[in-house]
T-cell receptor, first 114, second 115 residues
């Protein structure tokens, strides 16, 4: 069965510093992988997705993620954090079935310090 | 602009009350989902529907039911609310199998408090 593990429920960085949010997946089939962001009191919105094309995926707001099959990882990065990046981030994997249900990680809350 | 609309952003109910959470999407999506979000647990799937009048249980269906009478509307029902159902509820939708890469479109959530 597919699953994702997000290491670190809370991450704190300084404004301008590198953001690295970790996600490892388990999948018996070639996965579709996603990163979603949730700003306070809002629903989730898609940051980026990997669907077996390029392994380096660029998303919105300067975020990107690299699919590494050998490491079963899909870590999210941004070179320079901005205060507006403070939010909760969720990694997800598609189950690959007919309905393509998403299985979510437990989330990482990113704090950005001035 | 595509949209998933949840009718109630905040609700406060009493234990034992029947609660309806409504969700409407305007994207003609076949699949609709109800998730529950709790701190430290991420999103857990309650029920999903892949067609009108069709439904399947997710990971935590106990205490919940759903209704999908029209393609655009998916309702979550708590027959007898309990305090452990206090949570954020998120509705989402996506296309059917053809051309579906799994991207979900989410509503803004309904925060339910059961007293």
């Amino acid at each position: 069965a597919q699953s994702v593990t997000q290491l670190g429920s809370h991450v704190s960085v300084s404004e301008g510093a590198l953001v690295l949010l970790r996600c490892n997946y388990s999948s018996s089939v070639p996965p579709y992988l996603f990163w979603y962001v949730q700003y306070p009191n809002q629903g989730l919105q898609l940051l980026l997705k990997y669907t077996s094309a390029a392994t380096l995926v660029k998303g919105i707001n300067g975020f990107e993620a690299e699919f590494k099959k050998s490491e079963t990882s899909f870590h999210l990065t941004k070179p320079s954090a901005h205060m507006s990046d403070a939010a909760e981030y969720f990694c997800a994997v598609s189950d690959g079935g007919a309905t393509n249900k998403l299985i979510f990680g437990t989330g990482t809350l990113l704090a950005v310090q001035p | 602009d595509v949209k998933v609309t949840q009718s109630s952003r905040y609700l406060v109910k009493r234990t034992g009350e029947k609660v309806f959470l409504e969700c409407v999407q305007d994207m003609d999506h076949e699949n609709m989902f109800w998730y529950r979000q709790d701190p430290g647990l991420g999103l857990r799937l309650i029920y999903f529907s892949y067609d009108v009048k069709m439904k399947e249980k997710g990971d935590i269906p106990e205490g919940y039911s759903v209704s999908r009478e029209k393609k655009e509307r998916f309702s979550l029902i708590l027959e007898s609310a309990s305090t452990n159902q206090t949570s954020m509820y998120l509705c989402a939708s996506t296309r059917g199998p053809a051309g579906n890469t799994g991207e979900l479109f989410f509503g803004e959530g309904s925060r339910l408090t059961v007293l």
